[in-house]
Each structure stands twice: as C-alpha cells, then as structure tokens.
C-alpha cells in the first residue's frame, strides 16, 4: 500500500451525500469483483469528523499497478458530475495505520425467527411472540444503505475504522476493499 487515490464528493441539493456515497461505493465493489484484486482498501478519512456518517471523502489505497488498474475501468461512468477525481499520489512517510472493517450484527429478528422455524419446528406466528421486533440489536456505526446484486436485497454494510497503530499488518482486502486484519495508511 504505498499510493492512494482520493474522491470527493460535490454537494448535491437533490442528491443526499449518504446516497451518493452508496452509490461510489457499490460500483466499486462491482469493479473490485470483476478485478478478482484483493489487493486494494478503502478508508473514509472523514470519519472522525463526520457525527452521523462516512463523510464525503473516500480514499482507495494499493500500489500504483494496483490503482491504475483500477482506473483503467470505466466503472465511475454517470458518477463524474457527483465527484472529484483526485490524482494518484505516494503515501506519506511518519504515518500511522488501521484496519478499516466490516462488522456485522446477528441479531435481525427476521433472521433469528427464521431460525427459530428451522430449528425448532415453529410456527411463524409462534417465532413471532418469541422474538419481537424489539429484539433487534443495531450497531452504533455508520453504515453505507447497499443492494445485494446476487439477491437483490437492501442491506446495511456497517463500517469500523479500527484503532490507530504505528505499523502496518499485511493482508488481504474483500470485494469491499475491506479487511479484518490487514492495515491501510492512515493521515
């Protein structure tokens, strides 16, 4: 990870930035797939100073082949009058360094009715005096609002910038440029 790319979102007065961002978001992850790259993270460096989101600002991290390949794709096609394409630039020396990550709650009331009908042979009904929808527990992270493209479904992808550290850990970044364990430049 030694270069990184910046985008910028323009204000929109129709366009919420959280939509906006949703949708840079799943186009990368489209691109990422067709790459096949688990070579290239993401952060959203205005998260410390963003109350309720992500910001408006992501920063894609790998090295510059990386990049380029990446850049090389037309996937930000019908996004341009939404964003600023920043220049490909070296990371900074003296930095300090994250793990940004997904994070997942298993606690959808649907999901463990559906579980409690599997399981235990119940009725709908029955899961449902079980396990109300007060049940839910939900994360205090923010969350870009996202669309499985193999089910169609709408999900929330919960983010975590991981604590700050003074050396990097390799390893590998998901279809999401996302990573448990593996560090991205952070400054």
Same mark, same amino acid.
């Given at each position: 990870?030694?270069?990184?790319?910046?985008?910028?979102?323009?204000?929109?007065?129709?366009?919420?930035?959280? %939509? +906006?961002?949703?949708?840079?978001?799943?186009?990368?992850?489209?691109?990422?797939?067709? +790459?096949?790259?688990?070579?290239?993270?993401?952060?959203?460096?205005?998260?410390?100073?963003?109350?309720?989101? !992500?910001?408006? %600002?992501?920063? @894609?991290?790998?090295?510059?082949?990386?990049?380029?390949? @990446?850049?090389?794709?037309?996937?930000?096609?019908?996004?341009?009058?939404?964003?600023?394409?920043?220049?490909? %630039?070296?990371?900074?020396?003296?930095?300090?360094?994250?793990?940004?990550?997904?994070?997942?709650?298993?606690?959808?009331?649907?999901? +463990?009715?559906?579980?409690?009908?599997?399981? %235990?042979?119940?009725?709908?009904?029955?899961?449902?005096?079980?396990?109300?929808?007060?049940?839910?527990?939900?994360?205090?992270?923010?969350?870009?609002?996202?669309?499985?493209?193999?089910?169609?479904?709408?999900?929330?992808?919960?983010?975590?910038?991981?604590?700050?550290?003074?050396?990097?850990?390799?390893?590998?970044?998901?279809?999401?440029? !996302?990573?448990?364990?593996?560090?991205?430049?952070?400054?």
């Amino acid at each position: 990870m030694d270069h990184y790319l910046d985008i910028h979102l323009r204000p929109d007065p129709e366009l919420p930035g959280t %939509h +906006l961002m949703a949708t840079l978001f799943a186009k990368l992850h489209s691109v990422l797939v067709a +790459l096949a790259t688990q070579n290239i993270g993401v952060s959203f460096p205005q998260i410390d100073k963003s109350p309720i989101g !992500l910001g408006e %600002h992501l920063r @894609l991290h790998g090295t510059a082949a990386a990049l380029d390949a @990446l850049m090389a794709r037309p996937w930000l096609n019908g996004l341009h009058d939404y964003l600023s394409l920043g220049e490909k %630039h070296p990371v900074p020396t003296k930095i300090q360094f994250r793990a940004v990550r997904r994070v997942q709650t298993k606690s959808s009331s649907d999901r +463990l009715r559906r579980r409690q009908i599997r399981r %235990h042979g119940l009725s709908e009904e029955e899961a449902r005096e079980r396990i109300p929808d007060s049940a839910a527990k939900t994360l205090a992270l923010p969350y870009l609002q996202l669309r499985s493209q193999s089910t169609g479904q709408h999900f929330r992808l919960f983010i975590q910038h991981g604590e700050l550290q003074t050396s990097p850990v390799d390893g590998v970044f998901n279809s999401y440029g !996302l990573s448990q364990q593996a560090t991205i430049p952070w400054f």
